[in-house]
């Protein structure tokens, strides 16, 4: 009785020793940041008394910046301008700034990667129609 004991054991230790002979060596990764996308939301006009929705997809949470990089014909005029969440049918704003102007930047932190908005809206400040440009950048 005590040779299969004997024998079982001498297997374990075998298949020990040949698991560490191996060259299969575990390397250690050091983490990287993650990179950053940048979407540019452009060719889009803006009525009087009108607003547009552009949602988009952060994969991880962080930083979310908005910049209206481009305010066409007059960079002066007030328009409102806000972030939120995205449910599918509309854009909840979290963050707005009702008197934006070009050059005007939003901030706001993504606490998990999920569905966000840009809203750009008129605020009954636009005379006639505006072409913009905003520019995101999230993770």
Same mark, same amino acid.
């Given at each position: 009785? +005590?040779?299969?004991?004997?024998?079982?054991? =001498?297997?374990?230790?075998?298949? @020990?020793?040949?698991?560490?002979?191996?060259?299969?060596?575990?390397?250690?990764?050091?983490?990287?940041?993650?990179?950053?996308? @940048?979407?540019?939301?452009?060719?889009? =006009?803006?009525?009087?008394?009108?607003?547009?929705? &552009?949602?988009?997809?952060?994969?991880?949470?962080?930083? +979310?910046?908005?910049? !209206? #990089?481009?305010? %066409?014909? %007059?960079?002066? @005029?007030?328009?409102?301008?806000?972030?939120?969440?995205?449910?599918? @049918?509309?854009?909840?704003?979290?963050?707005?700034? %009702?008197?934006?102007?070009?050059? #005007?930047?939003?901030?706001? =932190?993504?606490?998990?990667?999920?569905? !966000?908005?840009?809203?750009?809206? %008129?605020?009954?400040?636009?005379?006639?129609?505006?072409?913009?440009?905003?520019?995101?950048? &999230?993770?």
């Amino acid at each position: 009785m +005590v040779r299969p004991i004997a024998s079982l054991l =001498t297997l374990l230790a075998l298949t @020990v020793a040949a698991a560490g002979c191996g060259s299969n060596a575990a390397t250690a990764t050091s983490p990287t940041d993650p990179v950053p996308t @940048v979407e540019v939301f452009s060719d889009a =006009t803006l009525n009087r008394n009108g607003a547009r929705v &552009h949602p988009f997809a952060v994969q991880a949470p962080g930083t +979310v910046t908005a910049t !209206l #990089t481009t305010l %066409d014909p %007059d960079a002066t @005029v007030l328009i409102g301008l806000g972030l939120g969440t995205w449910n599918g @049918v509309a854009c909840n704003i979290t963050i707005a700034n %009702d008197s934006a102007t070009q050059g #005007t930047v939003l901030i706001g =932190t993504a606490s998990a990667a999920g569905n !966000l908005c840009l809203r750009v809206f %008129d605020n009954g400040r636009l005379a006639d129609t505006a072409g913009y440009v905003v520019t995101v950048t &999230h993770y």
